[in-house]
């Protein structure tokens, strides 16, 4: 079974730093493209960041550009997206998101279940 | 403001048909194909349709997808008070190199 569990969601203060966490199982890692999608507060779905299974190739949205940078450690099948210079309009439910087949980046076929990052003071 | 347009709420009666429409351009729905999600209030989004038309093992086929130039469009037959979710269409945008996604449509089912 096809598994994406998120971690690192909490609280940090505007222009701080925070890195969350998403670990796979039930898939060949390597072989997928992933991906990091929010949803703020009764907002609709917000694409975030892409990268390919190798990790060579990454996507960004431009509102984090510069801001955020999407990694993978296929060795520990865990996805991650480092978030600095934090805004309030960041807060957000973060799910990761897998690709539906090997070699894409979209669409998604299987989503974890969220964590939750809020930016204030 | 989202790059894909879709109607911010639909309704219909229990037993009816519904549809859900998604306006884009050429760099996304024009050249890509479209995915739609189902989401539940508290819950993570769940993939519905891809490849515009096709469904995951799973999906019952009341629900169907279409695309035409660039816009999509989501019908869902025999409306059930359990189909009552919010829903997105999504896609790759090739001239920015992002996805993107509609702004969502609440479905009631009265």
């Known amino acids: 079974e096809v598994q994406l569990e998120e971690s690192g969601g909490g609280l940090v203060q505007p222009g701080g730093s925070l890195r969350v966490s998403c670990a796979a199982s039930g898939f060949t890692f390597s072989n997928y493209g992933m991906s990091w999608v929010r949803q703020a507060p009764g907002k609709g779905l917000q694409w975030v960041s892409g990268?390919?299974?190798?990790?060579?190739?990454?996507y960004y949205a431009d509102s984090v550009k510069g801001r955020f940078t999407i990694s993978r450690d296929n060795s520990r099948n865990t996805l991650y997206l480092q978030m600095n210079s934090l805004r309030a309009d960041d807060t957000a439910v973060y799910y990761c998101?897998?690709?539906?087949?090997?070699?894409?980046?979209?669409?998604?076929?299987?989503w974890g279940q969220g964590t939750l990052v809020t930016v204030s003071s | 403001q989202s790059v894909l347009t879709q109607p911010p709420s639909v309704s219909a009666a229990p037993g009816q048909k519904v549809t859900i429409s998604c306006s884009g351009s050429s760099s996304n729905i024009g050249n890509n194909f479209v995915s739609w999600y189902q989401q539940f209030p508290g819950t993570a989004p769940k993939l519905l349709i891809y490849e515009n038309n096709k469904r995951p093992s799973g999906i019952p086929d009341r629900f169907s997808g279409s695309k035409s130039g660039t816009s999509a469009t989501l019908g869902i037959t025999g409306l059930q008070t359990g189909d009552e979710a919010d829903y997105y269409c999504?896609?790759?945008?090739?001239?920015?190199?992002?996805?993107?996604f509609g702004g969502g449509t609440k479905l009631t089912v009265l």
């Open positions: 990268i390919s299974g190798s990790g060579y190739s990454t």
């Open positions: 998101a897998k690709a539906l087949r090997e070699g894409i980046i979209n669409p998604f076929d299987c």
């Open positions: 999504g896609t790759w945008d090739s001239s920015l190199s992002v996805g993107v």
